[in-house]
């Protein structure tokens, strides 16, 4: 992909994570993501990774307690931020990767826990100007989600469990993602009613059906009987995949 599109991306996505607008479904499916975790993960001695870390707020939740922390993040000026936000906290155990994700290097069945959160899985696409690429058959077998995701689960321990936060394929969805990026300034440019929206300055956000999800860690080798959906609200699910011991 070119710097462009990916500097034009990483632009949009920062304004719209430390930006103060969120729309009130979003903020609940996040406060809801968030509580979910913390009840069952914070203060076990976990190896974790979270994919696409943003400006590390995960880490400094989990990094106190847990063995180690990984976080892996694409925007330079995030992966930096992280890096001085884990430094001042004083956590010697979490380390910033900087790059795109979908060439991580990751060692067999080392981590614990996966985390993909805050709608970050349906950013993962071949980024391109061009938006007749994103039909149903690519977003219910999207190559470069396969490719993130089939990584990632290798890098997980037999025991270990995944966890993404994505929206449901629904109006309300739909309807809050309009609102959050016409909003923060990034009007959509596609259209109303496909499964995605794009905006003019190359953010990308897809929803899911159960099906598409299936469907595309079907590809991973990952069968359904491992993955539940938990509702977090109307408009959002946290997508767990537990990896056979
Ligand atoms: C919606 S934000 C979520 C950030 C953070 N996980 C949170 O919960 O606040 C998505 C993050 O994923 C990063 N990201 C998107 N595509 C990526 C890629 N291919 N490789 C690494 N990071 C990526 C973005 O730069 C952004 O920081």
Same mark, same amino acid.
């Given at each position: 992909?070119?710097?462009r ?24 499916a996040r406060?809801?993501?968030d ?8 203060? @076990?001695?976990? +190896?974790?990774?979270?994919? /696409?870390?943003?400006e590390?707020?995960h880490?400094?939740?989990?990094? =106190? %307690?847990? !063995?180690l ?12 931020m ?6 001042t906290e ?8 900087e ?9 067999d069945d080392?981590?614990?826990?996966v ?6 899985p ?28 089939? @990584?990632?689960? +290798?890098a997980?321990?037999? /025991? ?10 629904? =109006? %309300?969805? !739909? ?21 995605y ?15 598409s999800m ?22 959002a ?9």
């Amino acid at each position: 992909m070119s710097d462009r599109l990916r500097q034009s991306e990483n632009r949009t996505l920062q304004n719209m994570l430390l930006g103060d607008y969120v729309p009130e479904l979003i903020r609940e499916a996040r406060e809801r993501q968030d509580e979910i975790m913390i009840e069952r993960f914070r203060g @076990r001695r976990l +190896r974790i990774a979270d994919i /696409g870390s943003g400006e590390g707020y995960h880490g400094s939740i989990f990094a =106190p %307690e847990c !063995e180690l922390y990984h976080g892996f993040e694409i925007a330079p000026e995030l992966a930096a931020m992280t890096r001085e936000r884990w430094q001042t906290e004083g956590l010697s155990n979490a380390r910033v990767f900087e790059g795109d994700v979908a060439a991580a290097e990751l060692e067999d069945d080392f981590y614990d826990l996966v985390v993909c959160m805050y709608f970050t899985p349906g950013n993962f696409r071949d980024v391109s100007e061009d938006l007749s690429l994103y039909t149903d058959q690519y977003l219910d077998h999207n190559p470069v989600f396969i490719d993130i995701m089939s @990584r990632y689960y +290798r890098a997980l321990r037999p /025991g270990g469990d995944m966890f993404l936060t994505v929206y449901r394929d629904l =109006p %309300e969805a !739909e309807a809050a993602q309009i609102d959050f990026y016409t909003t923060t300034g990034h009007p959509p440019v596609s259209a109303k009613g496909a499964r995605y929206v794009a905006t003019g300055d190359m953010f990308w956000s897809v929803r899911w059906t159960e099906q598409s999800m299936l469907s595309n860690l079907h590809d991973c080798r990952i069968g359904k009987n491992a993955v539940t959906f938990h509702e977090l609200n109307e408009i959002a699910w946290l997508v767990e995949i537990n990896k056979p011991a």
